[in-house]
């Protein structure tokens, strides 16, 4: 004889059940255990409580035409907003001191005062008899022994930065990586040391130092990165963190692009595009001088448009100019001219 009738017990059943059932997706938080382990894994689950100063922009300078560079890159990740640290190492021997009025003392001011740059005093490192473009190249790697930051992005100061790239910083922990130099794939498989995110600590410090000792003639900071890491460094996707100023000069962009099926299109690419190198042999460097006029022999051509059966499609051309033409304004802006001396 029950005491509850039949009715009654599944009304209570049904109850039941459907208060484990609530609680159950109220209270049950998948995973909830292992977000700590996600840290570090997805980027967007900690980009709120980043400490950003564990993290630096680098840039070397060996001499005052790339001291301006420096500060211009330098500027432009300030202008974007980016938010790791901005570190450039000078050479110990130009001086910052207020009294001081030489271009470097005052360009490092600017660079201090205006654009939020720590300056860490340094010995440029070069070898003798090596040539004179690479010959101070070495110094680059001074980024492996900046252990004051967890992570460094070392950039060549004869680049743009279009787009901040703070996302490098949180990727998985890994020595180095670096983008491929595209241009030459795939006939060489090599790493460009244009941009370099590197892990700095004392014992990776220490390889490269011998590296470099025991340097042949002809072997400079990319090929000493290439020999150490080629088998461990991650690779980069070129694109969009490293586009060469040439690109928009060639016809076959299928090394760039990745594929033969995509269309080309200057202004999307460099708008995608995160940092710009200067690369565009013979034609000089944007703060060089131009006796021969390379930069109106060499410029793109404009191309067969199929739909007006014309060659007026230029955008390749004025994409290119505007870079040059946006390069020296902002040089000008920045850093003055050779006879103002700012
Ligand atoms: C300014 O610094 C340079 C080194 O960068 C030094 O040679 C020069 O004597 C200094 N000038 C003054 C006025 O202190
Ligand atoms: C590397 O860093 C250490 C510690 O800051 C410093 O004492 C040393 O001079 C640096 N080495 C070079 C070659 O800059």
Redesign the pocket.
């Known amino acids: 004889m029950s005491v509850v009738p039949p009715k009654a017990l599944r009304s209570i059943l049904v109850l039941v059940t459907a208060i484990v059932v609530l609680l159950t997706l109220f209270c049950y938080r998948p995973y909830s255990s292992s977000v700590s382990t996600l840290r570090g894994v997805v980027p967007e689950a900690r980009i709120g409580d980043v400490d950003w100063s564990r993290y630096a922009y680098t840039q070397y300078v060996t001499n005052t035409d790339y001291l301006c560079n420096s500060v211009m890159l330098f500027e432009a990740l300030h202008r974007l907003g980016s938010k790791a640290d901005r570190l450039m190492m000078y050479p110990e021997d130009f001086s910052v001191e207020d009294d001081n009025t030489s271009k470097e003392s005052k360009l490092l001011r600017i660079a201090r005062e205006k654009y939020n740059v720590k300056l860490k005093p340094?010995?440029v490192?070069s070898r003798l008899g090596v040539g004179a473009t690479w010959a101070e190249s070495y110094t680059k790697l001074?980024a492996f022994?900046q252990t004051q930051y967890d992570r460094v992005l070392s950039l060549d100061s004869d680049s743009t930065v279009l787009q901040p790239m703070d996302e490098l910083f949180l990727l998985p922990s890994f020595p180095v990586a670096m983008p491929r130099a595209y241009w030459l794939y795939p006939d060489y498989q090599i790493f460009s040391s244009q941009l370099v995110l590197i892990q700095p600590s004392k014992t990776e410090?220490d390889r490269i130092?011998e590296a470099i000792k025991k340097a042949s003639m002809d072997e400079y900071d990319m090929e000493i990165l290439n020999k150490l890491y080629k088998d461990s460094a991650l690779i980069l996707p070129h694109r969009p963190y490293d586009l060469l100023t040439g690109e928009f000069r060639g016809d076959d962009h299928s090394a760039y692009l990745g594929t033969k099926l995509e269309k080309w299109d200057p202004y999307r690419i460099l708008h995608e595009a995160k940092f710009l190198h200067f690369s565009d042999w013979p034609v000089p460097k944007p703060w060089d001088s131009d006796p021969r006029n390379m930069m109106e022999k060499k410029q793109p051509k404009c191309q067969y448009n199929p739909e007006t059966k014309e060659e007026d499609d230029c955008r390749a051309l004025n994409v290119w100019l505007e870079i040059y033409d946006d390069f020296r304004r902002r040089r000008k802006a920045i850093c003055g001219t050779e006879d103002d001396a700012l």
């Open positions: 340094i010995q490192q001074l022994n410090f130092m």
